[in-house]
């Protein structure tokens, strides 16, 4: 099996790395440089890569930003919401068709690479906060993609109806715990995470009560 | 109306750009330079923005063409066939998930910028070699684009059922024959057209059915 994963350098892409690996898969890792306001998570993205011995292509698509007004995570002029994740104000943080363009990237190399599936680490509590994480979207989206080429390639959401603690249990059952160290969460993108945006807030909640140690420092 | 238009620069976009604007529609094309193999698409675009006096954002996504491996059209070690359009040879003209990446860049703008509808200028003629120009792409991403944002814009294709004859024909009822000799369509990217490659024997072609005088330079 052949499967592009999209790895943003977070926890949850880092999860889903090790347990692809772990399954098998001829694993290629993708991590699309938007624009966001930090080159942490990329930098992050790497470093989960090399551990596990993957290919990884960055694509800089700076471009996007252009198109992309409005949203804390590529405007400089909208700042980073602090709080719970679940939140109104988190909506902020919402990339326009982030998801779309991510997978759209991801299927092309699939696509000229003939790979299997791409996969993609959406779960549960991205719901309430970001609309393209939603089954409206990927249901879809994923067809379309199905008849997007001669080649077919499937799409892979394995933590759909899992919750970010259900995600960090995955990680720790896989023995991940030195790989789930090397991922980055904070949406404000100094050396340290936060503790206070809206990411970190939700990680520390996700190991908490996963009940695995959080091997993070936070500055507050 | 608020609509963001897909605008290569080609014909079929050129004539979609000239009937919006006949409508009344508050227009902005998107022109996505991915990495296409000559910048002459690009600057026609421009020249029929500045004509039609719209609003133009040209994106620059380079970094797409590492995802793009064995299309004539983004890889240089892949001659340009030469032919018909129709001809199973044009099937390495294909560049990989683009309508996706078009599309879903589009969609990013139009939900920054709350506009109703995104139009592109897919026809019929389109179908046979390109397979994501079919319905069965069509129809399932714009039902994702619906989910994709908090806000709803809708996905315009006018000319679906439409041949590129009837595509030309319509220009010239609009009175939009100086703006087609704007555009630019052939794969070779030189300053005149070539005549041979697949897009050049198709432009000819349809001028020729549509009973409308071709205002292209052909070197063959």
Redesign the interface.
Known sequence: MKTILILSGGLDSTVLAAKLKAEGCELKC?TV?YGQRHAREVAAAEKVCAALGVEH?V???H??R?????SSQTDPSVPVPHGHYAEDSM?KT?V??????LL??A???A???QADTVAYAAHSGDHAVY??C?E???A??A???K????HVAELERPFLELTKAQVVAEGAALGAEALMALSYSCYEGRAEHCGLCGTCVERKEAFSLAGVADPTEYEA
């Open positions: 993708l440089d292509k694509v800089r698509l471009g996007l252009e198109l992309m007004a409005g909506k919402v326009p068709n982030r998801n779309a363009l759209s990237a299927f092309a190399w696509f000229s690479c609309p393209d939603r409206e979207f990927c879809p989206f067809q379309a993609m008849n997007a080429d001669w």
